[in-house]
């Protein structure tokens, strides 16, 4: 069956070292994978999006690698802040041969970034 | 730029009651689609709307009916609510294809 797995217990770090969060599928073959923020309460926000051709991405202290061979993509925060703590949904394009768009998501992470 | 906006924020019905969800986006996206999240469950896409006047079925589309009215505004109805349905609805628009944006969701509850 296709599945789209992320860590369901929360990653707690000290501010300042760096967050690496795991998003793994199984049975998908996605042309592209996204990264969303959400904050308790609130709609999810875009941040990252990286190809099946694209091994790495990089905005500000954020970096997703995207293995399609492992079927993984890995999301860091570097010099993660308090300000960083929030659940962190990956996304997926199962299938980009309609020419339209339904991603699937992941059930997130929560990241709590201790002072 | 208000971006997409749902109403209402927070619903309660009773088993049986009918509503409507409400959902407008002013960035001329032509692609709109409603989720629900619940727990452990992630967001899973109920409904969807590649262009003005085409709808499509998602993953979890049973006791919905949707209506894209026009570019802007994207209704989602509970014809008869049920318990299984209490869950947090988010409206979400792109274009064609990339990121998503997302409303702040509509908590609604059933008893």
């Known amino acids: 069956s296709q599945k789209i797995e992320q860590n369901s217990e929360a990653l707690n770090i000290q501010e300042g070292k760096t967050a690496t969060l795991t998003c793994n599928y199984t049975n998908y073959s996605p042309a592209y994978l996204q990264w969303y923020r959400q904050d308790p309460g609130r709609g999810p926000v875009f941040l990252l999006l990286?190809?099946?051709?694209?091994k790495e991405k990089r905005k500000e202290r954020l970096k997703v690698t995207f293995d399609t061979t492992l079927k993984q993509s890995l999301f860091h925060i570097t010099a993660s802040q308090p300000a960083d703590s929030a659940t962190y949904l990956c996304a997926l394009e199962p299938d980009m041969n309609t020419g339209f768009q339904k991603l699937v998501f992941g059930t997130g992470t929560r990241l709590l970034v201790s002072p | 730029n208000a971006g997409v906006t749902q109403t209402p924020k927070f619903q309660v019905l009773k088993t049986g009651q009918s509503m409507t969800l409400q959902c407008a986006q002013d960035m001329n996206h032509n692609s709109m689609y409603w989720y629900r999240q619940d727990p452990g469950m992630g967001l899973r896409l109920i409904y969807y709307s590649a262009s003005e006047g085409t709808t499509d079925k998602g993953e979890v589309p049973n006791g919905y009916n949707v209506s894209r009215l026009n570019k802007r505004e994207f209704s989602l109805r509970l014809e008869s609510a049920a318990p299984s349905q209490t869950s947090v609805y988010f409206c979400?628009?792109?274009?064609?294809?990339?990121?998503?944006?997302f409303g702040e969701g509509s908590r609604l509850t059933v008893l």
């Open positions: 979400a628009s792109s274009w064609t294809t990339g990121e998503l944006f």
């Open positions: 990286i190809r099946e051709n694209e």
